[in-house]
């Protein structure tokens, strides 16, 4: 298996912009997370989705972050609009019957807003 | 909560034992305690899970005691590419809410010569 597949892999924008981070789960998989990190804050689970519904999105931080799958292989994560603080690296992760309690993580999204 | 506390930084020679422990103390029932290593640039790579006792992999230990409010990761003979940020993480999907699903601060592994 490809494992979690993210993209891209990195993004300059500039504040006000639109983000868009997209991302591919392991075949399979029914859990699909979105995680924030950051030096200041660490690894921040942002919102995950339990066969396609948002089951937490608790982490989320503020309306203009939203997340979507629209079926079991593709998720977004959108900001709208990009803002400085914005700035992070975005995994995502998935986990699966097969995987146990095993969450595997994509390479990551490296976003910059200038 | 199953909150979980490690050691900000660990340096270690090269060929050393080292150990990292983690404390969770209200660990619940149905969560499994799961350990992971990131390094720069990437991100985190499962290593070893365990519920209680022993668990021993092809790259790492997991000491459980009994009583399950903390674990120990146990790297064999650490080589350079060992360095890295190791996490450890408590929690249960079955049982799970996104709160229990949360990295702690991680133990930052310096490996040297």
């Known amino acids: 298996d490809a494992g979690v597949i993210q993209s891209p892999r990195h993004e300059v924008t500039e504040m006000g912009q639109e983000v868009t981070l997209r991302c591919k789960p392991i075949s399979g998989h029914d859990y699909l997370f979105w995680y924030r990190q950051t030096m200041m804050r660490g690894l921040e689970l942002l919102i995950y989705?339990?066969?396609?519904?948002?089951?937490?999105d608790s982490g989320m931080p503020e309306d203009r972050f939203s997340a979507k799958m629209p079926n079991a292989s593709f998720s977004t994560l959108k900001i709208q609009p990009s803002e400085p603080r914005d700035s992070a690296v975005y995994f995502c992760?998935?986990?699966?019957?097969?995987?146990?309690?095993?969450?595997?993580f994509g390479e990551g999204s490296w976003l910059t807003v200038v | 909560l199953a909150k979980t506390t490690q050691p900000i930084s660990m340096d270690s020679y090269e060929g050393q034992e080292v150990n990292i422990t983690c404390s969770h103390n209200n660990i619940a029932t149905n969560d499994y305690i799961t350990w992971y290593q990131q390094f720069p640039s990437q991100g985190p790579r499962f290593i070893i899970q365990?519920?209680?006792t022993k668990v021993t992999n092809e790259v790492a230990s997991l000491f459980i005691p009994a009583d399950r409010k903390s674990s120990t990761l146990s790297l064999p003979r650490v080589s350079l590419s060992d360095t890295a940020v190791y996490y450890c993480l408590v929690g249960g999907f079955l049982t799970g809410t996104a709160s229990k699903l949360t990295f702690g601060t991680g133990t930052r592994l310096q490996v040297t010569l």
């Open positions: 365990g519920y209680k």
């Open positions: 989705f339990n066969n396609n519904v948002p089951i937490d």
């Open positions: 992760a998935s986990q699966g019957e097969s995987s146990g309690n095993t969450i595997y």
